[in-house]
């Protein structure tokens, strides 16, 4: 009889699609949405406010992958203990998962300081007018960088996600052996 863990599994996904949906989309759709604001101001206002509006919901998600991610371990210690390769995908996903943190926690903190300086504008949500100053424009340059590279290492995860769920499977023969 196989164990379910279909409540923390249900939250360490749907915790990290959100995570990566999210972050894509506001990579993608809100930042791109925004340089179309006439007014350059506007352009770094609205992206501000779109990311403000989105930090609660992308906090639960995370939260939710994170205790998902915690229940999933406690529920598979038994097949993490005898298959070394579900060891290295949770100890790679573990150490990903602190990289997604880290970038997403300065990707916010970036993101404070372009809203601070929205008054100078900008030629879109991170890229950097001419005008702007020195501090408006590294900020830009690297929230643009953090915001692409969140999905990429949310997505990456995701595939991990699957590659593990391919780990469960009964290895062929193994129930006959028995």
Do not use: C
């Amino acid at each position: 009889m196989s164990e379910r863990n279909t409540v923390v599994r249900s939250m360490h996904d749907l915790g990290l699609a959100a995570w990566f949906g999210g972050s894509l989309m506001g990579a993608v759709g809100l930042n791109g949405a925004a340089a179309k604001a006439v007014d350059p101001r506007e352009r770094l206002s609205l992206s501000s406010a779109g990311w403000g509006r989105w930090a609660p919901v992308n906090a639960l998600a995370i939260g939710a992958h994170v205790v998902g991610s915690l229940g999933l371990i406690a529920g598979n210690e038994a097949r993490l203990m005898k298959q070394p390769e579900a060891q290295r995908n949770t100890a790679t996903k573990a150490a990903l998962t602190g990289v997604a943190l880290l970038l997403t926690a300065y990707s916010g903190m970036l993101g404070a300081k372009v809203a601070k300086r929205a008054d100078e504008g900008g030629a879109g949500a991170t890229e950097p007018s001419p005008r702007a100053s020195k501090k408006l424009k590294a900020a830009q340059r690297q929230l643009k960088a953090t915001q692409w590279a969140i999905p990429l290492v949310t997505g990456t995860l995701v595939v991990m996600g699957a590659q593990q769920g391919e780990q469960q499977r009964p290895v062929a023969g193994f129930l006959r052996r028995r």
